[in-house]
């Protein structure tokens, strides 16, 4: 078998274990190997091509973790107004409960609310800062 062949199906390879486990370094280690079936191409050795595929991989999973790592973080959803749309609506609480809840009506629904930790609980308009299950955390307006 052409070594070029064995690049062709270590690719294949590494995209079908990428696609079960959702691991993008594997499509860049994958990357590697194609370009390794390309030297293969090009009537290099085995030893040449072994070194440019890993060089190659190796700068390309190094690359993507520095773009991962510089990226900001993403909030949790239960934060996160683009995924929540509960997230930054204002509740009226009428009264709060001795433990620390109040009952809201909001879009149509009975909802639990509870305060965030270190606040007093007052009656009157508060933000929704998180949903967590099904409470509401809010903080007073």
Avoid at 60 to 78: N, T
Avoid at 90 to 105: I, K, L, P, Y
Wanted: aromatic residues 8%; glycine residues 10%.
């Amino acid at each position: 078998m052409e070594y070029s062949t064995f690049w062709w199906l270590l690719a294949g390879l590494l995209v079908i274990a990428e696609l079960l486990t959702g691991t993008f370094y594997l499509l860049m280690l994958a990357l590697g190997a194609v370009l390794g079936a390309l030297t293969a191409y090009a009537g290099q050795t085995l030893t040449t091509q072994i070194v440019v595929a890993a060089v190659l991989g190796a700068a390309a999973v190094f690359a993507c973790h520095l773009l991962r790592k510089r990226s900001p973080s993403r909030q949790p959803a239960s934060s996160n107004r683009d995924v929540n749309m509960d997230v930054g609506e204002t509740v009226m609480v009428e009264q709060w409960n001795s433990d620390g809840t109040a009952q809201v009506r909001h879009r149509g629904a009975i909802w639990t609310v509870i305060g965030r930790p270190g606040g007093m609980p007052t009656p009157g308009p508060h933000r929704v800062a998180e949903v967590i299950g099904n409470r509401l955390l809010v903080d007073k307006v």
